[in-house]
């Protein structure tokens, strides 16, 4: 059974980097693709950016600039970076194994924005 | 970016109703990627449907997908207590991935 857990700060300032981490078990991280989606109030579900289990990125257009994801497969884990961060990027961070669609979410973790 | 319009925004609708939500897309979804979530409080979302039409794993027969091209319908045929949520869809043919804004399936 594939499992995911997001861990990170709750909260981070403005202008800081944001990282979290997803701890992947079940299965190896080196077989899928991996992604992050946020949830906040005011836009709904956003798609972030995956990783493929080669380590190829894709982003967001609209965070490409200020967004990295990585993999650590020794750790079978996977990591988000957002630099530069505002009070909009407040939301729920959830990592998702990728098939296209997202089939095993993580419980998410809330991310505050503020000083 | 491909955007995704859902509606109705809410459904009131009672135990035992049929639920019909739909899902259109501003340009043509390729190959019918399309993909519909549940999503309860405090929940992280669930996939129900995937490829328009095609049921995850573990999920009822109450629940079906249908559409192409631009129109997609979730159809719930009979709601059980559990299925009040709200409904995601998202399409995958296209990057960036997208999502509609959702529909509340509330009791009425």
């Known amino acids: 059974q594939v499992q995911l857990q997001e861990s990170g700060p709750g909260l981070v300032k403005p202008s800081e980097t944001l990282s979290l981490a997803c701890t992947v078990s079940?299965?190896?991280?080196?077989?899928?693709?991996w992604t992050w989606i946020r949830q906040s109030p005011g836009k709904g579900l956003e798609w972030i950016g995956y990783?493929?289990?080669?380590?190829?990125?894709n982003y967001n257009p609209s965070l490409k600039n200020r967004v990295a994801i990585s993999v650590d497969t020794s750790k079978n884990q996977f990591s988000l970076k957002l630099r530069s961060v505002t009070a909009a990027d407040t939301a729920v961070y959830y990592c998702?194994?990728?098939?296209?669609?997202?089939?095993?979410w993580g419980q998410g973790t809330l991310v505050t924005v503020s000083s | 970016d491909i955007v995704l319009t859902q509606s109705p925004g809410t459904l009131s609708l009672s135990p035992g109703e049929g639920a019909t939500l739909s899902c259109r897309a501003s340009q043509s979804v390729s190959s019918s990627y399309l993909a519909w979530y549940q999503q309860k409080p405090g929940q992280a979302p669930r996939l129900l449907i995937s490829?328009?039409?095609s049921r995850a794993t573990g999920i009822p027969d109450r629940f079906s997908g249908s559409g192409s091209g631009t129109d997609f319908t979730l159809t719930i045929s009979r709601l059980e207590p559990e299925d009040f949520a709200v409904y995601y869809c998202?399409?995958?043919?296209?990057?960036?991935?997208?999502f509609g804004q959702g529909t509340k399936v509330e009791i009425k």
């Open positions: 998202q399409q995958y043919g296209t990057s960036p991935r997208t």
């Open positions: 998702a194994r990728a098939r296209g669609f997202f089939d095993n």
């Open positions: 990783i493929s289990y080669s380590g190829s990125t």
């Open positions: 079940g299965v190896s991280i080196s077989d899928y693709h």
């Open positions: 490829g328009a039409s």
